[in-house]
């Protein structure tokens, strides 16, 4: 079985300021990772994906990750957040054997002026 | 071109009765997957279909719950007598095949009074 585990429900930042929002997984055999953002009333949006190609992924506005195999860990990083990036922000996992994705709790990202 | 659509958009009935959820795909996804997302937390996997038949059930919470793809592209969540705790914002995804980036429609908000 896999797990997803997001450390912090709420991150607020300053405009220009860096981003970093922490994802770590659990999972038995290799696994690929995503990051998808959530706007207010809107669908899952996918910011990128790890599909044990390069370790370091880049995404959509800006974003990337990098996969850490010894950490169990795909971290989302921006050098400087934009009001636009207010969102709630979902990291989640799956395997060649389970294709269903397996969900963080969230974490909810304030971008301060 | 079109994404996945969903309907209804927000569906309020009372407990015990029967609902129906309907999910369209992105034309030529092989692969349909439903999701629930409670107020506060991360999408939870129910079932995924590769074609007509549900490759993974696993995520059905109990009997209550029952999905169809019968001709490989539309899907149909049933949910029977529900309950107060099936209030939620249920959520379709579709991908070209197993394993590929899902993509998410926007989801039905069921609320059970």
């Known amino acids: 079985a896999q797990s997803v585990t997001q450390l912090g429900s709420h991150v607020s930042v300053s405009e220009g300021a860096l981003v970093l929002l922490r994802c770590n997984y659990s999972?038995?055999?290799?696994?690929?990772l995503f990051w998808y953002v959530q706007y207010p009333n809107q669908g899952l949006q996918l910011l990128l994906k790890?599909?044990?190609?390069?370790?370091l992924v880049k995404g959509i506005n800006g974003f990337e990750a990098e996969f850490k195999k010894s950490e169990t860990s795909f971290h989302l990083t921006k050098p400087s957040a934009h009001m636009s990036d207010a969102a709630e922000y979902f990291c989640?996992?799956?395997?060649?054997?389970?294709?269903?994705?397996?969900f963080g709790s969230g974490t909810r990202l304030q971008v301060q002026p | 071109g079109a994404g996945v659509s969903q309907t209804p958009s927000n569906k309020v009935t009372e407990k015990g009765k029967y609902v129906e959820l309907r999910c369209d795909p992105i034309?030529?996804?092989?692969?349909l997957y439903w999701y629930r997302q409670s107020l506060g937390q991360g999408p939870e996997f129910l079932i995924y279909?590769?074609?007509?038949?549900?490759?993974?059930d696993s995520g059905l919470p109990n009997d209550r719950f029952f999905a169809v793809r019968p001709e490989g592209s539309v899907s149909t969540l049933k949910i029977q007598r529900t309950e107060r705790g099936d209030s939620a914002v249920y959520l379709c995804?579709?991908?070209?095949?197993?394993?590929?980036?899902?993509?998410f429609g926007p989801g039905t908000r069921l609320t059970v009074l």
């Open positions: 279909f590769q074609g007509t038949g549900a490759a993974d």
């Open positions: 790890y599909t044990s190609a390069a370790t």
């Open positions: 034309s030529g996804h092989t692969a």
């Open positions: 995804a579709s991908s070209p095949s197993a394993g590929d980036e899902q993509f």
């Open positions: 989640a996992v799956s395997t060649m054997g389970r294709r269903a994705l397996t």
């Open positions: 999972s038995s055999v290799p696994p690929y």
